[in-house]
C-alpha cells in the first residue's frame, strides 16, 4: 500500500512538474478562418506557424484553432487563448479585426497581432503583405504570354485589397502590352471550387486565355489545366492541380515574420500599436518558380522581381489613368500607402463596372 | 456556336449534383421523413468518392464508394430517428455538422492530391454534331444517371403499387400501420435511397464538377437541394426544372459579368434563388395541388404501438 502511495506521489510530482515546465514556456496562439488543410489562406499561415515553432524550438509553445467563424464565436475563441495563458495572439483573418480589439480591452498584458487589418491599440499591431508586388509580376507574365491579349479575373469582394490586386495585375500586363484587357468576375465567396470553377470555365468561354484569382480554392486552376490555358496559383502553391497550367504562384511565407515577432515578444522588444506593411523584399511574400513560360519571360518576371526588392520599381508609379480616363498618378509619381489600402477604384483597361 | 454549347454543358454539370441529391430527398420526403443532413451526406460522399478513386485509380469505384458512404451515414440518422424516434430536426442539422466534420479528416491526407476524372461519354460521329453532339452524347455518366433517376422516381411513386405505399406511409403513418404496412422498413428504405443520391451527388462534385477535393467543397449545395424539394412541392419534373434553372441563372450571370454589362455582382450572385424561388412559387400557385402534394406526417416521428 505504502508502495502505491509512493509510486502515486511520484507520479503526481512528475506531472505537476511538466505542467509547470510548459507554464514557463511562451505561448504564441493563433486563430484560424479556415482549415489548416484549405489548400491556400489558411495552410499558408499554419506552414508559418510551423516554420516558426521549428525555428523557435523550446523556448515557445505555438497553439492554433482552426475553422472560426468571423462573429461572436471569434471573440470567444480568442479570450479563451487569453485566459490560456496566450503570450501573443495572431488573429490572421479580416474579419477578426473588431473582435481582437474587444478582447484586447480585456487583458491589456497579452499581445494581440491582427492580419490584413487597420485598427491598433496599445497591445494590439497589425501586419500586412504587400501582395500587390507580386500581382504585378504575374501580370507582367500575363501581358507576354496571352496571345488574345485578354486575361480572366476571378475575383472574390469589392473590398481594397482585391481592388488594388486587380489594378496591379492589370499594371504589370501593360507595362509589356498596352492595350491589354482584364475581364473581372466576382463570385462573391472566398472559397467554393465549383463555383470557381464555373467562373473558370465562363471566362475562357468568353476567349481569355490567361486565368487569375483572387479567391482559395484550385478549381480554377484544375479548369485551365483541362482546357489547356495559363494560370497563376493562389496563396499556396498550386502546382499539383495544374502541372501544364501554372505559371508561377504568389506564396503567403508568414513564417519568419511570426519567428521574428515571437522573439521579439520573449525578449522584451515588441511594442504594440504598430502597423506593419512588408513586401516580397522582406520575405512575407514569395514567387513560386516560373514555370510553364519560355527563358526570356522567366528572366523578365525574374529581373521585375529583384527591381521591386530593390526598391527601384513600385508598381504604382505613374503615368496612370483611372477606369473613367481621368488622371490618377503623375508621371513618376507613386502612391502612397493610404490610397492604396483605401482603394475603391479601377485603372484603365478593366472591362467591369466596380461593384459598390 | 461552340461557346453555346459549352455554357450549356457547364450548366448541365452545375445542375447534376442538386438535382440527384434533390431526388433522394424527394423520396425520403414523400415517405414522411425531413433529413436535413444532405449536406453532411453529399460531402461525405464527396470525399470517400474522391479517396477510393486516387486510391485504386478507377473512378468507377469512386462513384460506388461515394454512393455507399452517403448510404451508410443516412442509416446512422434512420436509426436515431426512425427506431429510437429522435427530432428529425436537430438529427438532420447534427447529421451535417457530423459529415462535414468527419470528411475534413478522412480527406487530410489528399489535400493537394491530384484527382480522377470521371471520363464522358465519347460515341464517334455522335459526339462531334455541332451544336448538340456534346450535349447529347459527350456528358459524364452521371449526368445520364441524373436525368434517368428523374423519370425512374417520376414512375416508382407515381405508377407502382410500392410507389403507392411509400405515399401513403408519408401522408398517415397510422393508417398505413392499421392496414399492416412496416411503416419503419418503408422509411428506412427511403432514407437509405435519399442517402445514396446524396453520396452520388458528392462524388459528381469531386470526380466531375471538379475533380480534387477541398474542405467543404459542397459549399452549401446540400441546403440548395432541400430547399429544391419543398419549392418543387415534392414533384420530381419540377425538381429537374428547379435545378436547370438555378443552374442555367448561376452561369448565366457568370458570362453576364464577364461580357462587362455592369449589373452590380451582388445582384448577379442573388439571382439564381432570387429565380428559382419565384418561379417555383408561381407555379405552385394553386393551393389545392400544393396541399395534396405535401406528405401530411412530413417531421412527425413515428412510434408504432403494440
New interface residues.
Partial sequence: MNKFILGFSTALAVVLASQAQAADKFKACFIYVGSKTDGGWTQAHEAGREYAQKELGDAAELLFVENIPEGPDAERAIERFARQGCGLIFTTSFGFMDPTLAVAAKFPDVKFEHATGYKTAPNVTTYNSRFYEGRYIIGQIAGKMSKTGTAGYIASFPIPEVVMGINSFLLGAQSVNPDFKLKVVWVNTWFDAGKEADAAKALIDQGVDVLTQHTDSTGPMQVAEERGIKAFGQAFDQIKAGPKSQMSAILDTWGPYYAKRIKMAIDGTWKGGESSWDGLKDGILAMAPYTNVPEDVKAMAEKTEADIKAGTLHPFTGPVMKQDGSEWLKAGEVSDDGTLLGMKFYVKGVDDKLPE | MD?FQ??LL?IA??ATPLLIAAMGELVVERSGVLNLGVEGMMVIGAVCGFAAAVTTGNPWVGVLAGIAAGAVLSVLFAVLTLSLATNQVATGLSLTLLGIGLS?MI??SF?????VRLPSLSIPYLTDIPLVGRLIFGQDPIFYMSILLVFGVTWFLFRTRTGLTLRSVGDSHKSAHALGIPVLKYRYLAVMFGGACAGLAGAH?SLV????W????T???GWIALALVVFASWRPWRVLGGAYLFGAV??GQ??A????F?????L??SLPYLATIIVLVLISRNRRLTVMNTPASLAQPFVPDR
Avoid: D, F, K, W
Fill in positions: 461557346i459549352n455554357i457547364t454539370t452545375a475534413g480527406g487530410e489535400v493537394g492530391t491530384a484527382g462534385l464538377y471538379v475533380p480534387q477541398v474542405e467543404n467543397m459549399a452549401g449545395r448561376t452561369i457568370l458570362h459579368q464577364a461580357l462587362g455592369g449589373i452590380p455582382s451582388q448577379l450572385s
